[in-house]
C-alpha cells in the first residue's frame, strides 16, 4: 500500500481515482467509478473551499491538495468501537451471511439480507466530513448505532437490513432540550443535502441517503443502500481505522 494519493486531475482514471471519490464522499460526493470527470472536479473544488479556505479552486488534486486530504483524515478519525454489533455473537461486524439472500421478492437492496463485511468506507469519509462541518456550529457529534448483524435485529425484532453495513446513525451531543436536539437534527440534515449531495429519502440512485426527520427525529440516520451493487462490493467496506485510511498502490 502507497502511504499517499499521487497528483491527479482532469480525466486521470483508474483505482487512485476511486479513492479520492472516497475521501471526498462527504465534499459534493459522486459514484466511485473511477473517473475524474466534472462531478470529481467539483468535489475537489469543494473540498479546496471549505477545508483549504482556497479563495479560487482550481479542481487538480496536487499535492497541496492531496497533502490536505490527509491533514482532514487525520484530523477526524473514526471511532471503531463504536461502530461494532452489540449482539455479543458475531465477531462486531457480522458473520457474512445471506449474500444474495432478500426477505422480499425483487432485489430491492432495501431487502438485501446480506450481512457486509464492515462498514461502506464512503460512508465513513462522508461522516468525517459531517463532523468538520458540524465543528462550524460547535456541535460534536458521535455515532450511536453502526453495525447491526441478523443477531441483533433478532434479538431487538427488527427487520431492517440498513445497518448491516451500509449505515450509522449520528448523535449531536448535549442538546440542552428535546425540541433543540431536534432542530439541531434537522439542520444537520439539511447541511448534509447541501454539502454531500445526499438525499431525504432514497429515490434518487446512487446517492447518498438521510432518513426524514418523522422517522429519525433525534438522530441522523445517514445511509448509502441507495447505491448500485458495484458501488457495494466487498472491497468498500472496512472494519478498522488502518484500512479506511489505507491508499491503493
Known amino acids: 500500500m502507497a502511504e499517499q494519493l499521487p497528483e491527479l486531475q482532469r480525466d486521470d482514471r483508474g483505482d487512485a481515482v476511486v479513492e479520492l471519490q472516497m475521501r471526498l464522499a462527504g465534499f459534493r460526493g459522486t459514484v466511485p467509478d473511477g473517473e475524474y470527470g466534472p462531478g470529481t472536479e467539483l468535489q475537489v473544488r469543494a473540498f479546496q473551499r471549505d477545508w483549504m479556505k482556497m479563495e479560487s ?112 446513525d449520528i448523535d449531536i451531543l448535549d442538546p440542552p432540550s428535546k425540541r433543540i436536539d431536534m432542530e439541531r437534527c434537522d439542520a444537520l440534515r439539511g447541511k448534509l443535502v447541501e454539502t454531500a449531495n445526499a438525499q431525504i429519502g432514497w429515490s434518487g440512485l446512487n446517492r447518498k441517503a438521510l432518513e426524514p426527520a418523522d422517522i429519525a427525529p433525534t438522530w441522523v440516520h445517514y445511509d448509502v443502500r441507495s447505491y448500485e451493487p458495484k458501488y457495494l462490493a466487498d472491497i468498500y467496506f472496512v472494519t478498522d481505522q488502518r484500512v479506511l485510511d489505507a491508499v491503493p498502490r
Not at 60 to 69: C, K, L, Q, S
Not at 130 to 150: K, P
Request: glycine share 10%; hydrophobic share 30%.
Open 57 to 168: 479552486s482550481h479542481g487538480r488534486a496536487d499535492p497541496e491538495t492531496i497533502a490536505a486530504i490527509e491533514r482532514f483524515g487525520a484530523t477526524y478519525p473514526v471511532d471503531f468501537q463504536s461502530l461494532r454489533c452489540a449482539c455479543g455473537v458475531c465477531p462486531g461486524f457480522g458473520r457474512g451471511k445471506f449474500k444474495g439472500s432478500y426477505s422480499q421478492r425483487g432485489r430491492s437492496e432495501a431487502f438485501h439480507r446480506y450481512e457486509y463485511p464492515g462498514i461502506h468506507r464512503m460512508l465513513l469519509w462522508a461522516f468525517r466530513a459531517a463532523m468538520f462541518y458540524a465543528d462550524r456550529s460547535e456541535w460534536r457529534l458521535t455515532i450511536n448505532s453502526g453495525y447491526r448483524c441478523s443477531e441483533d435485529n433478532r434479538i431487538h425484532n427488527r427487520t431492517s437490513t440498513n445497518h448491516h453495513g451500509k449505515a450509522i
